[in-house]
């Protein structure tokens, strides 16, 4: 699963990215110095996969991981091409889901390309030139719709309803995740690949400390009123954290005052945006979590692990967490009655502790 960083020029996003994935992505106060986009990979960090491995003293032990790509500063008129805008707008084309890093802070030092600090117009401004991008994606498509009704195929009778539902969206304003659709509508919206239809996490930039402030409760009530998810974190102490070793991150974030840094919020949350959960599973060779979807059932979740597994699934032996944990291994809670046997149609749970059973 992909996640496209984007935003408005010298907001923060190069150095979110360096933070989250340490790497070395160009952060500098002019517009477009990120061009090409930078690709990283973050693991997600699970305090239960560190529980499970200390309990199993488990060789290896492996955290999911979700891709980061920084996308350059989009500006006003992307979509009409400024600033390169219809190269940026097809990176963003390609990712699964949006962080939006929004400036929620005042330094004279650091150039706004507007000239002040506004995080709800910064806001309108990506999300509108994402609108008219999608418009314009239309437009076309109905144009060839039009030429296949004449087919006298319902199908393209059924395209075009839901076309002129999106653009009616559109022409409001709105993204298309707005909107409410049924099963089939939704299917045919995905092969669309429209930039409005991909879920959005808001992250506001603010000053140290500042997590509160105005701009950044601005930040959480638009996200709030959109139905999308927001987060306020100080990018550039995430960026320093990131450069320490355990140890000594864990001692800076004591003195601080944080349980858990802003950047492992931000990941989490991500997580979640993609309908994303994992199972686990463990002991002395490694302690893994895996990804899945949401709703995935037994025969899918193992073929995750192996082709092998879905073929031959017998069952799953599945003891949860929590569960785990107390009995200090999976025999003891299978001594204590606490193991479930299940079978073709059981749907996954996050956190799940799973042995597959499988004939090849």
């Known amino acids: 699963?992909?996640?496209?960083?984007?935003?408005?020029?010298?907001?923060?996003?190069?150095?979110?990215?360096?933070?989250?994935?340490k790497g070395k992505a160009m952060a500098a106060n002019y517009p477009f110095c990120t061009i090409d986009p930078n690709v990283g990979v973050v693991k997600v960090k699970d305090e239960r996969i560190d529980t499970l491995s200390r309990l199993y003293n488990s060789k290896s032990t492996v955290y999911t991981t979700i891709e980061f790509v920084d996308i350059a500063g989009l500006v006003k008129g992307a979509s009409k091409g400024e600033g390169l805008g219809n190269k940026f707008l097809s990176h963003i084309r390609e990712v699964d889901a949006i962080v939006h890093v929004v400036r929620c802070f005042d330094d004279e030092n650091i150039t706004h390309v507007d000239g002040s600090v506004d995080p709800v117009r910064d806001i309108e401004t990506i999300s509108l030139e994402l609108v008219f991008a999608d418009i314009e994606t239309l437009n076309r498509r109905i144009d060839r719709t039009k030429v296949a009704m004449k087919s006298g195929d319902k199908k393209y009778v059924f395209e075009m309803d839901v076309l002129k539902k999106l653009m009616a969206v559109l022409e409001n304003g709105k993204p298309v995740r707005s909107l409410s659709l049924d099963k089939e509508e939704e299917e045919f919206v995905k092969s669309l690949f429209l930039l409005t239809d991909k879920k959005v996490i808001y992250c506001a930039n603010v000053k140290e400390g500042e997590e509160n402030c105005e701009y950044a409760r601005k930040v959480a009530d638009y996200a709030a009123e959109e139905g999308s998810e927001s987060v306020a974190l100080c990018v550039k102490l995430e960026e320093e954290l990131s450069e320490l070793e355990d140890d000594e991150r864990e001692l800076f974030m004591a003195?601080?005052?944080?349980?858990?840094?802003?950047?492992?919020?931000?990941?989490?949350?991500?997580?979640?945006?993609?309908?994303?959960?994992?199972?686990?599973?463990?002991?002395?060779?490694?302690?893994?979590?895996?990804?899945i979807e949401k709703g995935t059932k037994a025969p899918q979740a193992a073929g995750k692990i192996h082709s092998d597994f879905e073929k031959g699934f017998i069952r799953a032996e599945i003891v949860d967490y929590d569960t785990l944990v107390e009995?200090?291994?999976f025999n003891a809670a299978k001594?204590?009655?606490?193991?479930?046997?299940?079978?073709?149609d059981y749907v996954f749970k996050d956190g799940d502790v799973v042995i597959f059973r499988f004939n090849v």
């Open 1 to 21: 699963m992909k996640l496209g960083v984007v935003g408005l020029p010298n907001v923060g996003k190069s150095t979110l990215f360096n933070a989250l994935t």
């Open 327 to 329: 009995c200090g291994s």
């Open 335 to 344: 001594e204590k009655g606490k193991m479930r046997s299940e079978g073709k």
């Open 255 to 291: 003195d601080l005052g944080m349980t858990e840094s802003g950047l492992d919020k931000l990941v989490k949350k991500c997580y979640s945006l993609l309908g994303l959960i994992s199972f686990l599973t463990a002991g002395e060779k490694e302690t893994r979590a895996w990804t």
